[in-house]
Antibody, heavy 116, light 109 residues
């Protein structure tokens, strides 16, 4: 049974870089696309970007200038970096598997708060 | 950018009733790329329907999806207590690639 688990700091200072990692267990990261989605408290879902296990990426244009998604197949992990964060980036961040049409497996999510 | 507008914002129904949730797109969406999710408080979203009408693994048959073009519907026949949650539609297509509707909250009347 494939599981996804987000990890990383729960508190980031304004103007700094948010960094999260998603570890895929119970299956290989290869042969799929993987994605990050976020949800501000009490609000809806926003897609951030996705990556293929071979490294090709696609980002939400509204975040593209600040986002980098990378993959490490040797560790069965993929990662998110979001630079120059502000309070508006405070959200629960989810990682998910993306078979190019829908998100079929999700992590439990991790709350990241941007505050000094 | 394709904008998905869900209605109503909140739907108040009783267990056993039928729920009809709407998702309208600002441009035509391929049925292959329209999905529905259920989210309960404190939990990640769960995939219910993909390809507009295909139930995901383990999803009860009281959940059904339909529609094409710009109008899509999620129907829940015979609401169970565990069905009261927030529901999101999602599309994959032209830039920015993936968008979600703002959600419909299904609450117990």
């Amino acid at each position: 049974q494939v599981r996804l688990q987000e990890s990383g700091p729960g508190l980031v200072k304004p103007s700094e870089t948010l960094s999260l990692t998603c570890t895929v267990s119970g299956g290989s990261i290869s042969a799929y696309y993987w994605s990050w989605i976020r949800q501000p408290p009490g609000k809806g879902l926003e897609w951030i970007g996705y990556i293929h296990y071979l490294g090709s990426t696609n980002y939400n244009p509204s975040l593209k200038s600040r986002v980098t998604v990378s993959v490490d197949t040797s560790k069965n992990q993929f990662s998110l970096k979001l630079s120059s964060v502000t309070a508006a980036d405070t959200a629960v961040y989810y990682c998910a598997r993306w078979p190019l049409r829908y998100f079929d497996l999700w992590g439990r999510g991790t709350l990241v708060t941007v505050s000094s | 950018e394709i904008v998905l507008t869900q209605s109503p914002g909140t739907l108040s129904l009783s267990p056993g009733e039928r729920a009809t949730l709407s998702c309208r797109a600002s441009q035509s969406v391929s049925s292959s790329y329209l999905a529905w999710y259920q989210q309960k408080p404190g939990q990640a979203p769960r995939l219910l329907i993909y390809g507009a009408s295909i139930r995901a693994a383990g999803i009860p048959d009281r959940f059904s999806g339909s529609g094409s073009g710009t109008d899509f519907t999620l129907t829940i026949s015979g609401l169970e207590p565990e069905d009261f949650a927030v529901y999101y539609c999602q599309q994959y297509g032209s830039s920015p690639g993936i968008t979600f509707g703002q959600g419909t909250r299904l609450e117990i009347k």
